[in-house]
């Protein structure tokens, strides 16, 4: 009696029974991870009424599917085509998930589209293979809640391989599965396709939203407030990080357009006497009643603040992009990350500051923390246009 071979064991041998196919000169490649019903219905990616949804979208920036490319990294029916990550992975482990790997790269290498549009988990993880690497923020279910509308650089090994000097874009979104299941998430993927149809029409690279740096100098911080109330600002944003209870830096953004973090943590290799004139010139800034406060989630950074002596001024007002999201979409998630989406082009930046490990250098957190200044600036600014046209302002 021959020995029974485990799935585990069995060779695997590569299978593709569903076809990419559209437009030989398209600049827009739309990729989902695996073929769903309709797909394995008539032997073609993205078809039937997951076409349809996909045109809905395409439609409202005045584009076509038919003039876009369509395709599916594995093109064959998996065990489990649901949206269950853990049989999602136990499923992929059953194909030649290499051999697919190489036939999505020969058909970006020959399509060489402007802006590849990854549609779920799977398919991002091949053209944007960063996630591959870190943990999965919490409360978190997929990596599409996090990346969904970023433009984001393609994988850079196969940038490099590709041999073209044009930057391909990757911006993802929800891809039909997912819209079946929350129909909510209609309403703000329509930003994404606003940025799908933009970046597909260029081949320049992309620059993230403003200007970011750290002082380490009261010189140099005196500079930037100068520069700054020469401008005569009505609003500053700050953010806050901690580590272990004790304010790491503080970060101020005044115009959209450059932010700045300040290290507060006694340890820096920073002189006690210049600590002592950022400390008081922070305190300045904060204290300044000509001047909005702007923050998301104010009340948590302004309790730390005070814990720490400093007295925030809110003569001039307060603004709290959380507050003002559950104004205008009661209905919607109101993290920073996701208002970010949907009102700037900063790409998803969160990973960057989830994981700090001051024995590894400090200078991504502080980058990251004149971030969300930026961001919060941006946003605000974009809300306050939005309240104002619905007369609640």
Known sequence: MGRKISNSCRIKILNPTVASHGYGSANILFVAGFPLKADLNNGIALSGSNEETLNQFLRSERLNIKHTYRSLYIREKLDYSGTNSRRLREALKKVDTEGYKQLLFDEIHDLNPNVIVPLDDIALSVVFPHINAIKKPKGRRHWMNCYR???LPFNEDWQAKHGYDKPIKVIPTFGPQYLYSDWKSRAYVRVDYERIAKYSKTQDVFKE????????TYESLLGFVSRQYAKLPTRVSFDVETYGGMLTCISFC???EEAVSVPLAYNDAISMAEKVLLWKLVSQILADPRTEKNNQNIKYDWTILERHGFIVDDSAGISD????????????????????SIYTEIPYYKDEGKNFDPRMGKDRLYLYNAKDALAAHLVAEAQDIELKELETA
Do not use: C, N, R
């Open 149 to 151: 509308g970023s433009i």
């Open 209 to 216: 939203p403003g200007i970011l740096w750290v002082t380490k």
């Open 254 to 256: 005044f115009d959209g």
């Open 321 to 340: 992009t959380m507050i003002k999201a559950g104004l205008l979409y009661p209905e919607l998630l109101k993290g920073l990350d996701f208002l970010t």
